[in-house]
């Protein structure tokens, strides 16, 4: 059973416009929500981490927010670069400290 | 390079062929993670490794598949008997125990199984 989804599963956007990644998760109890961003034949790399009294994270133009009584995440990238062509990977840490529950992600690609 | 470092990157192998992977953490992390990730998903928990001890594994690691840490620094990920089915990224996290939400990921192996 996936305890996290990711909508849309994919996304065309053009350079310089802003767009939003969603994320469900019924994961309970919650920790920590992560957005990761993983270069095609890559690892992921951390963009985010937040915890339950968290609200919202940014790191560059990327923003995450977080509500934890709905039990959603969001991402949104501002002022799209080509180098954002990626999928971004919402991931959330229940009680387990190290088991983390995946989602299948987000393709995002960028063009000209 | 401090990061998660994984070898060999891509790996091309005939069905019933024996494969190890191997992966060397960041140098301080005590924890080491394996994941597998198929197409078009997100990683899937497959093992993880505190020191040198072996603390879970997912039941995805059927009994051709065996991870090793035998000294608490690099990992080694064995596949015997490779099935077409085990065609995927192969990924290596390692972290903290303190910051267990911290895992940092190597670039995976690829493997394809023929």
């Known amino acids: 059973k996936n305890q996290v989804e990711q909508s849309p599963q994919s996304l065309i956007i053009l350079e310089g416009k802003n767009c939003t990644l969603q994320?469900?998760?019924?994961?309970?109890?919650?920790?920590?929500l992560r957005w990761y961003k993983q270069d095609t034949g890559r690892g992921p790399v951390s963009l985010t981490i937040?915890?339950?009294?968290?609200n919202t994270k940014s790191n560059g133009r990327y923003t995450a927010t977080l509500d934890a009584d709905t039990k959603q995440s969001s991402l949104h990238i501002t002022a799209s670069q080509l180098s954002d062509s990626a999928s971004y990977i919402c991931v959330v840490g229940g009680s387990n400290d190290y088991k983390l529950s995946f989602g299948a992600g987000t393709t995002v690609t960028v063009r000209a | 390079d401090t990061g998660v470092s994984q070898n060999p990157r891509h790996k091309i192998t005939k069905r019933g062929q024996n494969v190890t992977f191997r992966c060397d953490p960041i140098s301080e992390h005590n924890r080491l993670y394996w994941y597998r990730q198929t197409l078009g998903q997100g990683p899937e928990f497959l093992t993880y490794f505190q020191n040198e001890a072996q603390l879970e594994k997912s039941r995805l690691l059927s009994d051709r598949f065996s991870a090793e840490r035998p000294k608490g620094s690099f990992s080694t990920l064995e596949i015997q008997r490779t099935e077409q089915g085990d065609s995927a990224m192969y990924l290596c996290?390692?972290?903290?125990?303190?910051?267990?939400?911290?895992?940092?990921f190597g670039p995976g192996t690829r493997l394809t199984v023929t």
């Open positions: 994320c469900n998760y019924t994961v309970s109890p919650f920790s920590n």
């Open positions: 996290a390692s972290s903290l125990s303190i910051s267990p939400y911290e895992q940092y």
């Open positions: 937040m915890t339950f009294s968290e």
